[in-house]
């Protein structure tokens, strides 16, 4: 279902992909927008057991978008240093594909949420944190079920994977 990555020697391990994705803090969301134009945003994320947890407003082309079609992908990058003398940049990144979705379940949405803010608003901000997550009823919480993920380093980095 999936292409397998031409350059097998710089693909990374799952585990290594995953501890990209779980410690970054921005990437950018793909989705099938408008008159079939991509419409890719740049968002900030957090992941946690298989998914990828999203916040955005209730309205918009990005609602309106994963309402129209559920497949999307994501991209986050952990490193990107142009060489110069090299003609080329050392780079560390992770696509994920996977089935995107606007969650309902109250519940669901609540956990979703707090996920979120211990990434974000870490325990010495408890306090601002939960007036946050009382109001975030003008927001809506969106989940990426990962199906498929890759990860890549430049052909430079194979040997030094630690550096990501």
Same mark, same amino acid.
């Given at each position: 279902?999936?292409? =397998?990555?031409?350059?097998?020697?710089?693909?990374? #391990?799952?585990?290594? #992909?995953?501890?990209?994705?779980?410690?970054?803090?921005?990437?950018?969301?793909?989705?099938? !927008? %408008?008159?079939?134009?991509?419409?890719?945003?740049?968002? #900030?994320?957090?992941?946690?057991?298989?998914?990828?947890?999203?916040?955005? +407003?209730?309205? !918009? /082309?990005?609602?309106?978008?994963?309402?129209?079609?559920?497949? +999307?992908?994501?991209?986050?990058? #952990?490193?990107?240093?142009?060489?110069?003398?090299?003609?080329?940049?050392?780079?560390?990144?992770?696509?994920?594909?996977?089935?995107?979705?606007?969650?309902?379940?109250?519940?669901?949405?609540?956990?979703?949420?707090?996920?979120?803010?211990?990434?974000?608003?870490?325990? %010495?901000?408890? $306090? /601002?944190?939960?007036?946050?997550?009382?109001?975030?009823? +003008?927001?809506?919480?969106?989940?990426? =079920?990962?199906?498929?993920?890759?990860?890549?380093?430049?052909?430079?980095?194979?040997? $030094?994977?630690?550096?990501?």
């Amino acid at each position: 279902m999936f292409r =397998d990555m031409r350059r097998k020697n710089q693909l990374l #391990s799952q585990e290594e #992909s995953i501890k990209i994705l779980a410690g970054g803090t921005s990437g950018v969301l793909a989705l099938y !927008g %408008d008159n079939e134009y991509p419409y890719a945003v740049p968002m #900030s994320y957090v992941y946690h057991d298989g998914k990828i947890y999203f916040h955005g +407003a209730r309205q !918009g /082309h990005k609602v309106d978008a994963i309402k129209n079609h559920h497949k +999307a992908s994501f991209c986050v990058i #952990s490193q990107d240093m142009v060489v110069p003398q090299e003609y080329t940049t050392y780079f560390g990144s992770v696509i994920a594909f996977g089935r995107i979705d606007i969650i309902t379940d109250k519940q669901e949405e609540q956990e979703a949420l707090e996920i979120l803010a211990d990434k974000y608003y870490p325990q %010495d901000f408890l $306090e /601002h944190r939960q007036k946050m997550i009382e109001d975030y009823k +003008a927001i809506c919480m969106i989940k990426l =079920d990962i199906e498929h993920l890759t990860g890549k380093v430049a052909k430079e980095l194979v040997k $030094e994977k630690s550096l990501l």
